[in-house]
């Protein structure tokens, strides 16, 4: 019967990661990579029965290697820090590893809460993650954001929800937006992408419906279309800024720029 390592990168979760551990005790075992918090994350982790590993951020791809390299057995359960196992999610990856798995990897549908209601519309359902894996014929790929498991093997679904708790409000969203877009943008720059004002007029728009029209958002009523509103004003965002890198130095030409290298992404 294989056993099962879940990892967990975090940096400043003390408010979930409680939670996330928690609902992976019955793991064998819990690994969470601290990217160097400054609040508790660490030492509620660690009296969660976690064990914890400090290393210094180095990307998504990167963290959450580094995090299965870690890891005691090589069935690995990737966790987010705002994410939960269902109790129905964990009988079913239970009696998945009961006998040896027949694929190397499995999705698992995940659901979002937000503005006070679990989320099964627009593009955030039932947005499919592929985080149970066995190590040895997979990996994380990718660059800034949108890291991906890439596969040597066959992929199954599960049929249980991951729950997912990314937002405290909508001030929250935003900031995560304009995190998210920033690198996004570098990531379509840095694969030669370009754009130009019809796709800055298009797409927000094409995206609002598609949430709200055709995945279903007007079916949760005003939270289905604030999410819609701010999932096409993700897509803007992130077509503005590309737009910006790529003016970038026909602005700057003969002018002196004062850069604020101390700012994150």
Not at 139 to 145: P, S
């Amino acid at each position: 019967m294989p056993r099962l390592s879940v990892t967990i990168i975090a940096k400043n979760e003390a408010a979930h990661i409680a939670d996330a551990i928690d609902s992976v005790a019955w793991a064998d075992e819990i690994v969470v990579v601290d990217s160097e918090s400054t609040d508790d994350t660490a030492a509620i982790a660690e009296r969660h029965q976690a064990r914890v590993i400090i290393r210094p951020w180095a990307g998504y791809v990167a963290q959450k290697n580094f995090a299965a390299s870690m890891a005691a057995h090589d069935w690995v359960l990737s966790l987010d820090a705002d994410e939960r196992v269902t109790p129905a999610l964990a009988a079913e990856l239970r009696a998945l590893l009961a006998t040896a798995p027949a694929h190397a990897a499995y999705r698992m549908p995940r659901v979002t809460w937000h503005l006070g209601r679990w989320i099964r519309t627009t593009d955030w359902y039932p947005d499919y993650q592929l985080r149970l894996y066995d190590r040895r014929t997979a990996e994380w790929t990718g660059r800034y954001v949108h890291e991906a498991l890439t596969v040597r093997g066959g992929v199954a679904e599960l049929r249980h929800e991951l729950q997912h708790v990314p937002f405290r409000d909508i001030s929250d969203h935003l900031e995560t937006i304009d995190r998210y877009t920033t690198y996004a943008a570098r990531q379509m720059q840095e694969s030669g992408r370009r754009t130009g004002p019809l796709e800055l007029a298009f797409h927000p728009p094409l995206a609002f419906l598609r949430n709200y029209l055709l995945r279903g958002g007007v079916r949760d009523g005003l939270v289905g279309f604030v999410v819609s509103v701010m999932n096409g004003y993700y897509v803007f965002l992130k077509f503005a800024k590309l737009w910006e890198l790529q003016r970038a130095p026909a602005d700057h030409e003969g002018t002196k720029v004062t850069k604020r290298t101390n700012q994150p992404l």
